[in-house]
C-alpha cells in the first residue's frame, strides 16, 4: 500500500507542475494581443475497487460503501476563456479589436487558414493589409497607394479617402469567423489558432451578424489574463506541490519504520 501511496503522490507532483507551466504561460503573456488564458482541467486516474457497495458483507448485511482506492490525477487538458480582454485605444487606423464573438482570418505561408484576435495590421509596400508576421488579412484588403485616410465600420467595410475624391470609396470588406467551439481551435503560436475536429467548421460572414462581434477600428483588445487571480492560482498550486512531496516523505519514512521491524 505504502508503494501505492508513493506512485499517488507523484502523479500529484506531475499535475501540479503541469498545471504550473500553464499558470506560468498565462503570465508570460499578459501583454500579448487577444491573448486568451488557459484553464488546466484535472481528472482522477482509475480506481482499485477492492469491495463492491452493495457487495454481501454477511448473510444479512450488504456493504453501504464499498472500498475504492484511487491511484491518482492527471491533466486531461487546458481550456481556452474567451472572456473579452479590454480594449487599449490607438488610434492607428488599422489597429482592429472584436468586441464580441470572432476571429480574424489570415493566411498562412502553407497556404491554411489562421485565426487569430490579434488586430495589429499594417500595410505593405503594394498595400496589402497583412499582420505584423506579414500574413494577409482575408479576405484580401488593398489599400490604394494615394489613400488619405482609411475607415472601417463596425460592420468590416472599408473605406478609403484618397487625394482630390469629395467622397470615400469602398475598397472591400473585413469579414470574421466564429465557432461552434472556440475552445477547441489549436493554438499554433504567433497568435494564430487552427480550425481542428472539435472546433467545428469556421461560420463565416459579416462582423456584427449571426452572433459575431462587431470590429472597433483604433482600438487593440489586450489580454484577458488577471495577474492577481494567476498569483492566486499559483500560491495554490505551490501549495498542493508541497503537500505532495510531504506524502512522499511521510511515506518513505513508513517504509524505513517497516523494514527497520521486519
Do not use: C, W
Not at 134 to 163: E, F, H, K, R, Y
Amino acid at each position: 500500500m505504502t508503494n501505492a501511496a508513493l506512485h499517488v503522490a507523484r502523479t500529484g507532483l506531475d499535475a501540479q507542475n503541469e498545471k504550473m507551466r500553464v499558470i506560468a504561460n498565462n503570465l508570460a503573456n499578459v501583454n500579448t494581443t487577444g491573448f486568451k488564458r488557459d484553464r488546466a482541467n484535472f481528472e482522477t486516474l482509475a480506481y482499485q475497487q477492492i469491495t463492491a457497495p452493495g457487495a454481501q458483507a454477511t448473510d444479512q448485511n450488504k456493504y453501504a460503501t464499498g472500498l475504492n482506492l484511487g491511484s491518482g490525477v492527471q491533466i486531461i487538458g487546458t481550456a481556452r476563456i474567451d472572456t473579452q480582454g479590454s480594449m487599449q485605444i490607438t488610434g492607428n487606423s488599422l489597429d482592429l479589436a472584436i468586441q464580441g464573438a470572432g476571429f480574424f482570418q489570415v493566411l498562412k505561408p502553407d497556404g491554411t487558414t489562421g485565426y487569430t484576435r490579434d488586430g495589429s495590421f499594417s500595410r505593405t509596400a503594394d498595400g496589402t493589409v497583412v499582420n505584423s508576421q506579414g500574413m494577409a488579412l482575408q479576405p484580401p484588403i488593398q489599400i490604394p497607394d494615394n489613400a488619405t485616410g482609411i475607415t472601417i465600420g463596425a460592420d468590416g467595410t472599408v473605406s478609403v479617402t484618397t487625394q482630390g475624391a469629395t467622397q470615400s470609396s469602398i475598397v472591400g470588406k473585413i469579414q470574421t469567423v466564429r465557432f461552434t467551439n472556440p475552445s477547441g481551435l489549436q493554438a499554433d503560436g504567433d497568435n494564430l489558432l487552427s480550425e481542428t475536429a472539435a472546433s467545428g467548421a469556421p461560420q463565416v460572414g459579416d462582423a456584427g451578424v449571426d452572433g459575431r462581434g462587431t470590429i472597433s477600428q483604433g482600438s487593440l483588445e489586450s489580454s484577458n489574463v488577471d495577474i492577481t487571480e494567476e498569483l492566486v492560482d499559483m500560491i495554490e498550486t505551490q501549495r498542493a506541490y508541497e503537500v505532495n512531496s510531504k506524502v512522499i516523505k511521510a511515506t518513505d519514512e513508513m517504509l524505513q519504520t517497516a523494514n527497520q521491524q521486519l
